[in-house]
């Protein structure tokens, strides 16, 4: 007869099928398929089992409606970043939430390729949280400006970063800073 490795006066339910070990029943969280203890290297194991049969391998951001995959790794963490907005989207639930949903404003417009990308480096050096609106759109004939928009708490900090950034020709403002 085994007993729980935490309650040495428990008969021993299971063990936890990621350590091996012997636990009672008060002692197991209940998976899919197994049981795991409480240690946080085994409950990151349950997450994993029980993300992998009722999460979706594509999100959809709420604040800015980027549709991407997701790794599998990246559903054990339970929160990804948007790779379009950058904010903090928790997937954990049954359905995905943004976390901290903050608002975000105009900084600039480009038809400018080469504008765009030194403006996108600047700020993800910057750790500037944006997202560009039309960029897959800029490069055809009569298409929209490419529309940067950065978090409203961080306007002044890409402005700051900006200052010296001269738009080429065929790139044009709508605000002036």
């Excluded at 400006?145 to 709508?174: H, M």
Aim: hydrophobic content about 30%.
């Amino acid at each position: 007869m085994k007993f729980c490795l935490n309650h040495p006066d428990k008969k021993a339910f299971s063990i936890c099928h990621s350590c091996g070990k012997d636990y009672c029943e008060s002692c197991l969280d209940e998976g899919k398929e197994f049981y795991y203890c409480k240690n946080p290297e085994c409950q990151k194991k349950l997450k994993e089992e029980l993300a992998s049969e009722r999460l979706p391998l594509n999100i959809v951001c709420q604040n800015c409606s980027s549709v991407f995959e997701i790794s599998s790794e990246e559903i054990s963490s339970g929160k990804i970043q948007c790779p379009e907005c950058k904010e903090l989207i928790d997937f954990s639930e049954d359905r995905p939430r943004v976390l901290n949903k903050s608002s975000y404003v105009e900084l600039l417009s480009s038809l400018n390729q080469a504008d765009i990308a030194l403006i996108k480096s600047i700020l993800e050096n910057s750790k500037i949280h944006y997202y560009v609106f039309g960029e897959n759109l800029s490069s055809l004939a009569m298409a929209q400006p490419t529309r940067f928009f950065v978090n409203e708490c961080q306007l002044e900090a890409a402005k700051e970063v900006l200052k010296d950034i001269k738009l080429n020709i065929w790139g044009y403002s709508k605000n002036q800073y």
